[in-house]
C-alpha cells in the first residue's frame, strides 16, 4: 500500500484520493491504534473532532465520526474550529485522541484527515504508520452498547475563547484591528476574541460558503488585508489561513510582519519577561538570517531545525523550550499550545503593541530582514543533490564571498522532482546573482539528461 500519511496527515483532492470510504477506514484503524489502552480495560475511547468550513468536510467528517463509533469510540463533536482549536480541546476535554478535518491554506477542492493524540498533539511517524497497517487488517466491529455514541461538543468555541482569552498579558483596549480570517475555520471565534480582549475589530473574508476559503484572502493573499489597514487608518492586521493555525500581519503603513518578525517581536518580549526559556528560540532553516542576527545581538540563540512544525515541536517538547516557529507564520507557544496558533499568536502580537506603545512596524524594526531569493529547479534528480562535487564547490565559494553576510540552502523538494536554491545576503542584487548562479549549476550537473 501507497504510504497514505504526509508531513501533516492525510491530505488530496477530495472524493480524488480522500474518499468517504478512505476517511471511514481510516477513523475505524485510527480507533484501534489510538484507542488501544482505553480498549484493552474494557472503555470506550473519547475523540474530539472538528473541521474547517470545506464543503468537502461535511461528508468526510461524517465518514470520519461514522468509522471512529462504529470502532466503539464516543465521539464529541465541536463543528467549525480553528485546528488548534481542535488540540486544545482534546487536552481540555481530557480524551484519548482526536480529529482535525481541513487541508489548512490549500484551496477548497482539497481537504484532510488529521489526527491527535491524547494531550493534543502531533502524531509521532510511527503511530501513523501503525494507522496505515491497521487498515489491512480485519475491521474491529463492537456490537449493542459497545458502539460509540455521537454528541455535540456544545461548548467546545466557549471553552477555546476563555482559554485564549486567559492568555492575554495585556488587553487590547484603543487598538484598532483588522482581522482577515481566509473565509475559514476562525471566521467565528477570532472576531469574538479579538473583541472580547477590547480591540475595535473591523473584519473581512469571514463569510465561509465551503467553497470560497483561502480565496484571495487570508494569510496567503494579503493584498485584501493591506488594502483594509491603510482605508480605516487601522493600527495593524492580522492574517489567519483556513484552519487558522497561521498568522501573518500588517503594520499601520500596509507593510506585511512575516513569522520570523513575529518571532522576533515575541522573543524579545518573552526575554524582557524572563519567561523564554534558556534564552532560545526554536526555528527552521528557512528562517531569514536577519532573525538569528537580531536575536544574537540580544543574547537569544536560535535552534534550528527542519522545515515543517513538526521538527519545530520535536525540538522544543526536546528541550522544553517556550517558543518557536515558521517564517510561514506557524508559531507555537508551549505554555498554551502544542501546535501553532494563529489566533493566540495575533492576540500575543497585538498585545505587545497595546503593553509597550509602540507600532508594530517599531516594533519589527528590531529584526533587519536580509534579502531573500528562493529559486525552484525543476526536472533535475533531487536525489543526488549531496553528490555531486562540482556542486558542493559551488556552494563553498558562495558561502566564501558571502562570509557572515549572507547564507546559501539547497534543499530538495519532499513531495516534487525540483531542488530550492535559496540565497540571503546584503542586498537582493547580490543574493539574484549568486542564486542564478547556483541554478545554473544544478541545472548542469543534476539534470536527468547529465545524470
Not at 224 to 235: E, K
Amino acid at each position: 500500500m501507497a504510504k497514505l500519511f504526509g508531513t501533516d496527515g492525510v491530505r488530496g483532492l477530495a472524493n480524488g484520493l480522500l474518499t468517504a470510504e478512505l476517511a471511514l477506514s481510516l477513523a475505524q484503524a485510527a480507533a484501534v491504534v489510538l484507542g488501544h489502552e482505553q480498549m484493552s480495560e474494557g472503555k470506550r475511547p473519547r475523540a474530539v473532532i472538528a473541521r474547517d468550513p470545506r464543503a468537502s468536510g461535511e461528508f468526510i467528517g461524517a465518514a470520519v465520526e461514522a468509522g471512529l463509533a462504529s470502532a466503539g469510540v464516543d465521539v464529541y463533536d465541536a463543528g467549525v474550529l480553528p485546528t488548534p482549536a481542535a488540540a486544545f480541546l482534546i487536552a481540555d476535554l481530557g480524551a484519548d485522541f482526536g480529529v482535525m478535518i481541513s487541508a489548512s491554506h490549500n484551496p477548497a477542492p482539497d481537504n484532510g484527515i488529521k489526527f491527535f493524540a491524547r494531550g493534543g498533539t502531533k502524531l509521532p511517524d510511527d503511530v501513523e504508520e501503525a494507522i496505515e497497517q491497521e487498515l489491512e487488517r480485519e475491521v474491529f466491529r463492537p456490537v449493542g452498547a459497545d458502539v460509540g455514541r455521537i454528541q455535540r461538543f456544545s461548548d467546545a468555541e466557549d471553552r477555546y475563547v476563555v482559554h485564549l482569552l486567559a492568555t492575554l498579558p495585556h488587553r487590547l483596549d484603543g487598538l484598532k484591528i483588522v482581522l482577515d480570517c481566509a473565509h475559514g475555520a476562525a471566521s467565528g471565534c477570532s472576531p469574538q476574541v479579538f473583541t472580547d480582549a477590547g480591540a475595535e475589530v473591523t473584519v473581512i473574508g469571514a463569510d465561509p460558503d465551503g467553497l470560497n476559503i483561502n480565496d484571495g484572502v487570508g494569510s496567503t493573499h494579503l493584498g485584501p488585508l493591506q488594502d483594509a489597514v491603510l482605508a480605516l487608518g487601522a493600527d495593524l492586521g492580522i492574517a489567519h489561513d483556513g484552519d487558522a493555525d497561521r498568522c501573518l500581519a500588517v503594520d499601520h503603513e500596509g507593510n506585511v510582519i512575516d513569522g520570523d518578525q513575529i518571532m522576533a517581536i515575541l522573543a524579545l518580549a518573552q526575554k524582557a519577561a524572563g519567561e523564554l526559556k534558556d534564552d532560545v528560540l526554536v526555528a527552521t532553516i528557512m528562517s531569514n538570517l536577519g532573525l538569528k542576527i537580531a536575536l544574537r545581538d540580544a543574547g537569544i540563540t536560535i535552534r534550528e531545525t527542519g522545515v515543517g512544525d513538526r521538527y519545530v515541536l520535536e525540538e522544543m517538547r526536546r528541550g522544553g523550550y517556550t517558543l518557536g516557529g515558521e517564517q510561514s507564520g506557524h508559531v507555537i507557544f508551549s505554555k498554551y499550545a502544542t501546535t501553532g496558533d494563529g489566533v493566540l499568536t495575533g492576540l500575543q502580537l497585538a498585545a505587545q503593541v497595546a503593553k509597550t506603545g509602540k507600532s508594530l512596524k517599531e516594533l519589527a524594526s528590531a529584526m533587519t530582514k536580509l534579502p531573500q531569493v528562493m529559486i525552484n529547479v525543476k526536472n533535475v534528480d533531487k536525489s543526488r543533490t549531496a553528490l555531486v562535487p562540482a556542486l558542493h564547490a559551488a556552494i563553498a565559494r558562495a558561502e566564501e564571498e558571502l562570509g557572515d553576510t549572507g547564507r546559501v540552502l539547497l534543499r530538495p523538494s519532499g513531495t516534487e522532482p525540483l531542488v530550492r536554491v535559496m540565497v540571503e545576503a546584503a542586498d537582493v542584487d547580490t543574493a539574484t546573482r549568486i542564486c542564478q548562479d547556483l541554478v545554473q549549476v544544478v541545472q548542469d550537473e543534476l539534470s536527468f539528461v547529465n545524470g
